[in-house]
C-alpha cells in the first residue's frame, strides 16, 4: 500500500507531464478499473475525451486530477472575459492506487504493459509522452469521476500546483494532513483530545489527521518517545506537537528519498520506496535494538505487539507503556 510520500512523489512527477494537455482518448481496457465509475465504462470515457487536465492534486492519499470541459486560453489569457484561461473547474479524475496501481507516461509506440487496463491519449506536447496509462496488477485500484466541491474551511483542497478551494467529494470527509500548509494543529489537539481513544489509533483516523499509515505511525511514535496505547485525553500539548512534528518530518525524510523516481518517464508506485530498507526506526524491527537506546548506552530490545489486526513496533524503554492504555 503506497503511503503518504509515495503518493506525493506521484503527484509531483504526474503534474509535470499532464497540466495543461488534453485528453483526446480514452481506451478502458479492463472495466473491473473503472467500476467505482457508477455509470459505466462508456459514461466515464465519454466525459473524459475533450477534457483538460488543470492540475494534480493530493490530500492524504487521497489524488485527483481536476478537469475543465473549456479549451485552452492562448499564452497571455484568452479573447475575452475575466475568468478566460482560468476555468473553474466542477469534475475531477480520481485515481486510487490501490495495492499495486501505477501512472505511467508512455509514448504510443511502447508495447503495453501486461496489466494495462485505462489508457488516456493526451494532447502534443513537446518532448512529451502521449499516453497517460494506468496499469494495475491486483486491481484494488481505480480510476472514476468524481465532483469537486467547496472544501469545509475554504481553503484548498489539497497539495496543488494552483490550489482552489475545492475538493473531490469522496475526500471530503478526511482531515488535512500533516504536509498540508493549512493544517490546524490548534484544531487537530482540541479533536484528538475529545477523542478519548489510544494514540495510534487516533493517528490512524483519516477524519482526525489524513495520510498517516501503520508504518509511519509507528515511526513517528518512536520519534516522539510516546506508545501507541497512550489514552488521547491525557496528552499534553507539547506531547502531541512532538508527534505531528515527528510525523512531519519522517514523511518529509522519505519525500527526499523518493524525489529521483520521477527523473525517468515513469510516474511510478509500487508502495515499495528504497526509503524503507534503510532508515526505519521502528517499524518491522522486532528483535532488534533500539537505535536510540543503543546510542545512549542502554539496551533495549525492539518490541512487537498486536494492534487492530496489525503489528505495532515499539521501544520497552523510550516508549514506556502507559497506565490504562487504550489498545
Ligand atoms: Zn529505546
Same mark, same amino acid.
Given at each position: 500500500? &503506497?503511503?503518504?510520500? @509515495?503518493?506525493?512523489?506521484?503527484? !509531483?512527477?504526474?503534474?509535470?507531464?499532464?497540466?495543461?494537455?488534453?485528453?483526446?482518448?480514452?481506451?478502458?481496457?479492463?472495466?473491473?478499473?473503472?467500476?467505482?465509475?457508477?455509470?459505466?465504462? @462508456?459514461?466515464?470515457?465519454?466525459? %473524459? @475525451? =475533450?477534457?483538460?487536465?488543470?492540475?494534480?492534486?493530493?490530500?492524504?492519499?487521497?489524488?485527483?486530477?481536476?478537469?475543465?470541459?473549456?479549451?485552452?486560453?492562448?499564452?497571455? =489569457?484568452?479573447?475575452?472575459?475575466?475568468?478566460?484561461?482560468?476555468?473553474?473547474?466542477?469534475?475531477? %479524475?480520481?485515481?486510487?492506487?490501490?495495492?499495486?496501481?501505477?501512472?505511467?507516461?508512455?509514448?504510443?509506440?511502447?508495447?503495453?504493459?501486461?496489466?494495462?487496463?485505462?489508457?488516456?491519449?493526451?494532447?502534443?506536447?513537446?518532448?512529451?509522452?502521449?499516453?497517460?496509462?494506468?496499469?494495475?496488477? !491486483?486491481?484494488?485500484?481505480?480510476?472514476?469521476?468524481?465532483?469537486?466541491?467547496?472544501?469545509?474551511?475554504?481553503?484548498?483542497?489539497?497539495?496543488?500546483?494552483?490550489?482552489?478551494?475545492?475538493?473531490?467529494?469522496?475526500?471530503?470527509?478526511?482531515?488535512?494532513?500533516?504536509?498540508?500548509?493549512?493544517?490546524?494543529?490548534? @484544531?487537530?489537539?482540541?479533536?484528538?483530545?475529545?477523542?478519548?481513544?489510544?494514540?495510534?489509533?487516533?493517528?490512524?483516523?483519516?477524519?482526525?489527521?489524513?495520510?498517516?499509515?501503520?508504518?509511519?505511525?509507528?515511526?513517528?511514535?518512536?520519534?516522539?518517545?510516546?506508545?501507541?496505547? !497512550?489514552?488521547?485525553?491525557?496528552? !499534553?500539548?507539547?506531547?502531541?506537537?512532538?508527534?505531528?512534528?515527528?510525523?512531519?518530518?519522517?514523511?518529509?525524510?522519505?519525500?527526499?528519498?523518493?524525489?529521483?523516481?520521477?527523473?525517468?518517464?515513469?510516474?511510478?508506485?509500487?508502495?515499495?520506496?528504497?526509503?524503507?530498507?534503510?532508515?526505519?526506526?521502528?517499524?518491522?524491527?522486532?528483535?532488534?535494538?533500539?537505535?536510540?537506546?543503543?546510542?545512549?548506552? %542502554?539496551?533495549?530490545?525492539?518490541?512487537?505487539?498486536?494492534?487492530?489486526?496489525?503489528?505495532?513496533?515499539?521501544? &520497552?524503554?523510550?516508549?514506556?507503556?502507559?497506565?490504562?492504555?487504550?489498545?
Amino acid at each position: 500500500m &503506497p503511503e503518504l510520500p @509515495e503518493v506525493e512523489v506521484v503527484r !509531483r512527477g504526474l503534474v509535470s507531464w499532464v497540466r495543461g494537455r488534453t485528453i483526446t482518448g480514452v481506451e478502458v481496457v479492463d472495466p473491473r478499473s473503472v467500476r467505482r465509475h457508477a455509470l459505466g465504462p @462508456e459514461d466515464f470515457a465519454g466525459n %473524459l @475525451e =475533450g477534457a483538460r487536465v488543470l492540475d494534480v492534486v493530493r490530500r492524504g492519499k487521497f489524488l485527483w486530477l481536476p478537469l475543465a470541459d473549456t479549451p485552452a486560453a492562448g499564452p497571455g =489569457g484568452g479573447p475575452s472575459g475575466p475568468a478566460a484561461g482560468t476555468p473553474v473547474p466542477a469534475v475531477a %479524475l480520481m485515481a486510487h492506487l490501490g495495492m499495486s496501481g501505477q501512472l505511467l507516461m508512455q509514448d504510443s509506440s511502447v508495447a503495453d504493459e501486461k496489466h494495462l487496463k485505462v489508457r488516456l491519449q493526451l494532447s502534443a506536447a513537446d518532448g512529451m509522452p502521449e499516453q497517460l496509462r494506468f496499469v494495475d496488477q !491486483r486491481i484494488f485500484g481505480g480510476l472514476f469521476l468524481t465532483s469537486l466541491i467547496p472544501t469545509a474551511d475554504g481553503g484548498p483542497g489539497g497539495l496543488a500546483e494552483t490550489p482552489l478551494p475545492l475538493i473531490a467529494e469522496e475526500a471530503a470527509h478526511i482531515a488535512r494532513d500533516p504536509l498540508d500548509p493549512y493544517f490546524s494543529f490548534e @484544531e487537530f489537539y482540541r479533536r484528538l483530545r475529545a477523542r478519548k481513544t489510544g494514540l495510534k489509533r487516533a493517528l490512524l483516523d483519516q477524519g482526525l489527521v489524513s495520510g498517516i499509515g501503520n508504518i509511519y505511525a509507528d515511526e513517528a511514535l518512536w520519534k516522539a518517545r510516546l506508545h501507541f496505547a !497512550r489514552p488521547t485525553d491525557t496528552l !499534553r500539548r507539547a506531547e502531541a506537537g512532538r508527534v505531528l512534528d515527528a510525523a512531519r518530518e519522517v514523511m518529509t525524510e522519505a519525500l527526499a528519498a523518493g524525489g529521483t523516481s520521477f527523473d525517468s518517464l515513469y510516474v511510478n508506485v509500487n508502495g515499495a520506496s528504497g526509503y524503507f530498507d534503510r532508515s526505519l526506526n521502528a517499524y518491522g524491527r522486532e528483535g532488534k535494538e533500539c537505535k536510540r537506546c543503543a546510542a545512549a548506552g %542502554l539496551a533495549s530490545v525492539m518490541r512487537r505487539e498486536q494492534f487492530m489486526n496489525r503489528s505495532s513496533y515499539s521501544c &520497552p524503554v523510550c516508549q514506556p507503556r502507559p497506565r490504562n492504555g487504550r489498545w
